[in-house]
């Protein structure tokens, strides 16, 4: 167990719709950040938050976005979901100063049909 | 921009032998990590080994070890000893240190251990 949690495991949803992914780091941690895996593009860096704030962003769509809270919880919105957003994404979370050293939840397997 | 290669998509060995999985990297920067993670069936992503690249020590952690040879921007994982446990998808990782930290993965290797 790394101490990273997400809700919900699992999400069925249909193309269009909208829902929210939410994480909670580790205790003590500040840093968030958000990826996605899928078959075809692999596992990719969506976007970082630390304390609150937007840090950096990977390849993350404009019908995608993310905050995070002042209790440190992260929430990932995706939008006018599509058969193609269909995939696991992952939260991780890092020690203050050692952004490389990543503490990754369980995921949440999405399935848009 | 970086990019991270593991050219062998599967592998297999037998239980209690040895396997090594091969990565290769390319970036023009001097200062950063390698990492090695584990996907199992669980789908966890689970760190294995971190490899700095200032320490021209290679990182060794129990049965994991890498050869981290910095010149030919190679990063390959040896598993001595292999267990029915380490059946899963290994990724290789690469990540700046300083600034922004944005992490590039590899497409992953996916390993089975025998019986």
């Known amino acids: 167990d790394s101490g990273v949690t997400q809700t919900p495991k699992h999400l069925i949803t249909a193309t269009g719709q909208r829902v929210t992914l939410r994480c909670s780091p580790r205790?003590?941690?500040?840093?968030v950040y958000w990826y996605q895996q899928s078959l075809d593009q692999g596992l990719q860096f969506l976007i970082h938050y630390y304390n609150g704030e937007e840090r950096a962003k990977g390849n993350i769509l404009e019908r995608f976005s993310a905050q995070q809270f002042p209790d440190l919880h992260s929430e990932l919105n995706l939008s006018s979901l599509e058969l193609g957003d269909s995939a696991l994404y992952f939260c991780a979370s890092s020690p203050r100063g050692r952004a490389y050293e990543q503490y990754f939840g369980p995921g949440t397997r999405l399935t848009v049909t | 921009a970086q990019t991270v290669t593991q050219s062998q998509p599967e592998m297999s060995v037998q239980e209690a032998e040895t396997v090594t999985l091969s990565c290769t990297y390319d970036t023009s920067e001097s200062n950063y990590y390698l990492f090695w993670y584990k996907q199992p069936p669980s789908r966890q992503m689970i760190l294995v080994i971190r490899q700095e690249a200032y320490k021209q020590q290679n990182a060794t952690e129990n049965r994991f070890s890498v050869n981290f040879q910095k010149a030919a921007k190679s990063f390959s994982l040896k598993i001595s000893d292999s267990q029915l446990g380490d059946t899963a998808m290994y990724f290789c990782a690469f990540g700046l240190s300083g600034g922004s930290y944005i992490p590039t993965f590899g497409r992953g290797t996916s390993l089975i251990v025998h019986p």
């Open positions: 205790s003590g941690d500040l840093s």
